[in-house]
């Protein structure tokens, strides 16, 4: 047993003297991007403000490494908050993420394990009749008899040539990529989140207006039909007044469908099943735009954003996959040394002259194996030129999504401010020309258009407003988001 405990020994102070280097590419960092801006012409600095409308707070660009801790708290809406929270409590696509997670980890563990040695026991007792023909087989010379054998194995795989280092460098990066991906799921569900409940409370405060539109219809057209009694109007008025309640009701039909599927996407998102319905409507003069918008540098984006870490991490993997399908063609070295003891009597079972014990030390080289680990090695090193390529790809990509968002809020603050503009015009438009319907100057065919007017004024006003704080969620969101 002592000397196989000392071979064992020598064996593992072998392999790890040569545990050195292992085939295969070692994996470098991407470089980061060489650019330092996200568009070819500067960006604006600060964005102004459209006073008296939701989302026309003032912001401005500040440089950061990212997203700051909890940014949608910043909304200022403990509805929103609160919405965020369920989500991320019960969401089955996060859950499902965290599942993945639980098991690249588990998977990293049990790969670790196999540069170990192992050790088994094992225990056998037996009852056994030799035939008189045969010389007995105990030292007692009893034809029957009973036989309990106690064994400890150990087995080892020197790792020459690093194939079981590459295995558990891929599942540890494996590992590092469920990880990252949990987080991109984490932070695109925030994102998703909060853009759903923005987008819900727009089309709740559309549909509201539609109502209110077809209403003041429906009033002007029962008051041209008694303007027609007094001979005031004609019917060609009042006909044109009842296509215009028609088509005020027909407005608000599509935009209720579309409250109502964006409930329930919202709903979705929380992890609710569609009987439980979503939480009300947000009120879009309650929230608040963060003043201060962070922007990172290309450098420290890819160091920050989940999809591109675990795009790194993909890349990482690969590189070591091609190590291990190299290592898989060269020769394989083990050791393994197997010891206990075998008595008549259980009691005797380690008594001296009992014992017994094998030492072997073996070594395996792949002659022919119809090609496959060489097309294996192909695999992986065409695995690993597609990884770089993905990486590549989640790099412009989430320059290019930071872009968008940088241009969308000065777009659309533009699109706001000149909405705003457009609606209190129209609504004035709208105020003169029913006067001067009442004092007979202007028949209704006007007042018909300024209520046309301004029906889409206050329905593009809402919509440049849900825009303002659905712009601000996208720009966390293509920083990478922040727990």
Not at 142 to 155: D, E, K, N
Not at 243 to 250: L, S
Not at 421 to 438: H, Y
């Amino acid at each position: 047993m002592n000397r196989m405990i000392r071979v064992v020994a020598i064996g593992l102070l072998a392999s790890t003297a040569l545990s050195g280097c292992a085939v295969g590419p070692n994996f470098e960092r991407p470089a980061p991007p060489t650019t330092t801006a996200y568009a070819p012409t500067p960006a604006p600095t600060e964005i102004p403000a459209t006073p008296g409308v939701a989302g026309g707070q003032a912001q401005r660009f500040v440089a950061a490494q990212g997203a700051p801790d909890k940014w949608w708290t910043q909304f200022g809406s403990p509805q929103l908050n609160a919405m965020v929270d369920e989500a991320l409590a019960a969401n089955p696509d996060l859950k499902s993420a965290d599942a993945a997670l639980r098991q690249a980890d588990a998977l990293m563990k049990a790969q670790a394990g196999a540069e170990l040695p192992t050790a088994n026991f094992g225990y056998t007792a037996e009852r056994d009749k030799t035939s008189n023909s045969l010389s007995p087989v105990p030292a007692d010379n009893a034809y029957s008899y009973s036989l309990h054998t106690a064994q400890i194995t150990v087995g080892y795989t020197v790792d020459v040539f690093g194939g079981l280092r590459r295995a558990t460098e891929q599942a540890a990066a494996q590992a590092d990529q469920a990880r990252w991906q949990y987080e991109a799921a984490r932070a695109t569900l925030i994102a998703n989140v909060v853009a759903a409940a923005v987008q819900s409370a727009a089309l709740g405060r559309q549909v509201e207006a539609a109502r209110q539109t077809a209403a003041a219809a429906r009033q002007e057209l029962t008051l041209m039909q008694r303007q027609v009694q007094l001979g005031e109007v004609g019917q060609a008025d009042v006909a044109a007044q009842q296509a215009q309640v028609a088509q005020a009701d027909q407005a608000l039909s599509p935009l209720a469908k579309s409250l109502g599927q964006q409930q329930s996407a919202l709903a979705v998102l929380l992890g609710r099943e569609a009987g439980q319905g979503a939480p009300p409507p947000l009120d879009l003069d309650a929230l608040v735009l963060p003043p201060d918008l962070p922007v990172s540098a290309p450098a420290d984006l890819v160091r920050r954003r989940p999809d591109i870490v675990a795009a790194e991490a993909n890349l990482h993997a690969a590189s070591a996959g091609v190590g291990v399908a190299v290592a898989a063609r060269l020769p394989n070295f083990t050791l393994s040394a197997a010891g206990g003891g075998a008595s008549n009597d259980l009691r005797n079972i380690l008594n001296s002259g009992n014992d017994f014990w094998t030492l072997s030390a073996g070594v395996a080289q792949p002659i022919f194996e119809g090609g496959q680990l060489l097309q294996k090695q192909k695999a992986a090193e065409a695995a690993l030129d597609q990884a770089k390529a993905q990486y590549r790809s989640s790099v412009l990509n989430a320059l290019k999504n930071v872009a968008d968002s940088l241009d969308a809020l000065t777009r659309d603050a533009e699109t706001l401010k000149a909405a705003s503009v457009a609606e209190a015009a129209s609504r004035r438009s709208l105020t003169f020309a029913q006067k001067s319907r009442d004092l007979g100057e202007t028949g209704a065919l006007q007042v018909l258009t300024a209520e046309q007017t301004y029906a889409q004024a206050r329905a593009t006003l809402v919509a440049a407003s849900a825009a303002r704080f659905a712009d601000t969620a996208a720009l966390y969101q293509s920083l990478g988001g922040a727990a």
